[in-house]
């Protein structure tokens, strides 16, 4: 019994009665819908135990349901024992969605409470509509989490800083001018841009208030004249002061964003996207239009595909950077194997602290990407374990260590994952990293006709492990900002469309990784991710046909490759893989013995 968990959950139900709220939901997301939120947005993890980056907490005077995705089913359980909050495993066969959920077991006229500055539009606007038949009253101007969490987190502030034009290719000015021409195109008097890494890339502006995500909580409200940013003035110093000038930025303060809106006299079309726009915004936005007789319109934001087609600039600086960065992780594989066939005192968190150390010494560096994933053996099974100082499991000459892991740079944000040989190996093991392998390659040999999207590739990835009826719960793969976030869109690699997103065009210039695995609750984790960078290939009469270059050149695992399940043509592929990884990174490693390694390591099958 985990009696915290059901304190803190006895106290939010009392604030529900004080309220008249009969359900009060917490999503994971900050003000923006951002995928990785700061302390002070952590309400869903304070009321259930789960730390996870994608989860939902629904509670009820007798009830406490969390949903979340395939990546966190296993830890999801584990982390919530105890609590009385039950596991919704999202996606999977009779498991309701929240909405439907709440369908079903709300009664007429109840109220459904939530904090609307923490709930996308999208999001709001779906249980409006789910709920309309039982007119379900919602409630979304009362932060409940807030009023029981004690010692809560501040907000974060962090300094401001401007990246020159030089490192970002593009002046604010030419980006802003694009954005005005999409304005143009849909006849918008206005357009509010609430997403952050959109806003820092469109501004060339980062920040540091997010973990591992070098962006600004703020927004941006663009008229055809005007710039008006909201961010909080302690993060401001004289350089970002003079350079928003500059650029005709009228800056305000950042909490006054919903009053500001409030004053806001609209006309004609004001242009928002319902994704990351939240639902108090949304509300705001909406009701006083309609006073003017003014309209709004939801949109994809139009920078979310300007910034995932990287300019010539940003793809040179990402090329340089991956380069250095993979050449950083092979020492650490050589490091880490020899560490641990020498008896080495080393666990997970220990291992993932050098890998960290090595990365912060490369030119550039700003910060991790992400906190390091560093898994041993059955742990690896949970996709986004996280090892700590007080919890983590030693490392031994046997099995498998799964590393994820990557940097921010002045040049680009990095993401790679390696599955390392400690020693010895089932066969299971042996198999399942070998179909891996040859998933990642034969995805990354695509060569395919423009128009094409994820979905449409996916197979190529998934094939070798589907052939013996092994899958993953997850993407394949994702978008990677630039000086930004790991994750980004509009483009993904999935066999399963979640929503129009995941139909995005893959364009030439765009960065995808390239991440099929194994997970083996109990027994073992596998994951080999290598970052692709779209580029053109040859057009005739059948069309423009697109492939990838790999940007990831890191040996994969020969202690583990089996040749007796390879194909001659997959043969074939990791030696030519391994071929690239030797040419392009020997030339950074100084030390003779791991230069040796590397030889042995990328020797042809």
Request: glycine residues 6%; contains cysteine.
């Amino acid at each position: 019994m985990n009696k915290i968990i059901q304190d803190r959950l006895s106290a939010l139900r009392a604030k529900m009665a004080a309220n008249g709220i009969d359900y009060y939901l917490m999503p994971t997301s900050d003000y923006h819908n951002s995928e990785y939120s700061a302390d002070f947005f952590k309400a869903r993890e304070y009321f259930c135990g789960f730390t996870g980056s994608n989860g939902t907490l629904v509670v009820s005077k007798d009830f406490a349901g969390m949903w979340t995705d395939g990546r966190y089913f296993i830890q999801a359980e584990r982390e919530m024992k105890g609590t009385g909050v039950t596991l919704f495993k999202m996606g999977e066969d009779g498991v309701p969605t929240i909405a439907e959920y709440l369908a079903d077991n709300m009664q007429s006229g109840q109220v459904l409470g939530f904090d609307g500055k923490v709930v996308p539009a999208r999001e709001g606007l779906s249980y409006e509509k789910k709920l309309k038949k039982k007119q379900v009253k919602i409630k979304y101007d009362k932060d409940l989490a807030g009023e029981v969490w004690e010692d809560r987190p501040q907000l974060p502030c962090n300094p401001i800083y401007v990246l020159p034009d030089e490192l970002c290719g593009k002046s604010f000015a030419e980006k802003l001018a694009d954005v005005r021409k999409e304005m143009e195109k849909e006849n918008a008097n206005a357009y509010l841009l609430c997403k952050l890494d959109d806003i820092c890339w469109l501004t060339n502006l980062r920040g540091n208030d997010v973990e591992c995500n070098p962006v600004i909580l703020s927004y941006l409200f663009i008229t055809k004249k005007s710039v008006s940013m909201f961010v909080q003035f302690e993060e401001l110093n004289d350089e970002v002061r003079s350079y928003c000038e500059a650029n005709g930025i009228e800056l305000i303060a950042y909490n006054r964003i919903i009053n500001w809106l409030d004053e806001y006299e609209y006309d004609g079309v004001t242009l928002y996207d319902e994704r990351n726009v939240s639902y108090s915004v949304y509300r705001t936005i909406k009701d006083n239009s309609e006073d003017n007789s003014a309209t709004i319109k939801n949109i994809y934001d139009p920078t979310e595909m300007m910034k995932a087609c990287k300019n010539d600039t940003e793809l040179k600086n990402i090329r340089e950077v991956y380069i250095r960065d993979s050449a950083a992780l092979t020492r650490f594989i050589y490091w880490v194997k020899k560490e641990v066939e020498n008896g080495a005192d080393l666990n997970e968190y220990t291992a993932a602290m050098h890998l960290d150390e090595m990365r912060a010494q490369l030119p550039g560096f700003i910060e991790l990407s992400f906190p390091t994933i560093s898994a041993y053996k059955d742990n690896a099974a949970m996709m986004h374990y996280e090892a700590t100082e007080s919890s983590n499991a030693k490392l031994e000459p046997k099995s498998f260590l799964l590393v994820d892991s990557g940097g921010t740079y002045m040049g680009g944000t990095t993401d790679v994952t390696r599955t390392i040989v400690l020693g010895p190996l089932t066969e299971d093991e042996k198999k399942h990293y070998t179909l891996t392998a040859v998933g990642m390659l034969q995805l990354a040999n695509a060569h395919f006709l423009e128009g094409c999207n994820g979905r449409n590739l996916d197979i190529l990835a998934r094939q070798p492990l589907w052939n013996i009826g092994i899958d993953y719960k997850c993407g394949t793969g994702h978008g990677i900002g630039y000086i930004l976030n790991v994750h980004e869109g509009p483009h993904s690699i999935r066999w399963k469309s979640r929503s129009s997103e995941d139909e995005a065009a893959l364009k030439v210039g765009m960065i995808v990784s390239d991440e099929p695995g194994v997970y083996k609750e109990g027994e073992h984790g596998i994951r080999i991710e290598n970052i692709l960078e779209v580029v053109s290939g040859e057009k005739n009469s059948d069309g423009q046909f697109l492939e990838f270059r790999h940007l990831t050149y890191v040996p994969l695992d020969r202690d583990a490759i089996d040749k007796k399940y390879l194909q001659p043509r997959e043969i074939a592929a990791i030696d030519d893989y391994h071929k690239m990884v030797y040419e392009t990174i020997e030339p950074l490693i100084e030390e003779p013995e791991i230069k040796e390694w590397l030889k042995e390591a990328t020797k042809p099958l």
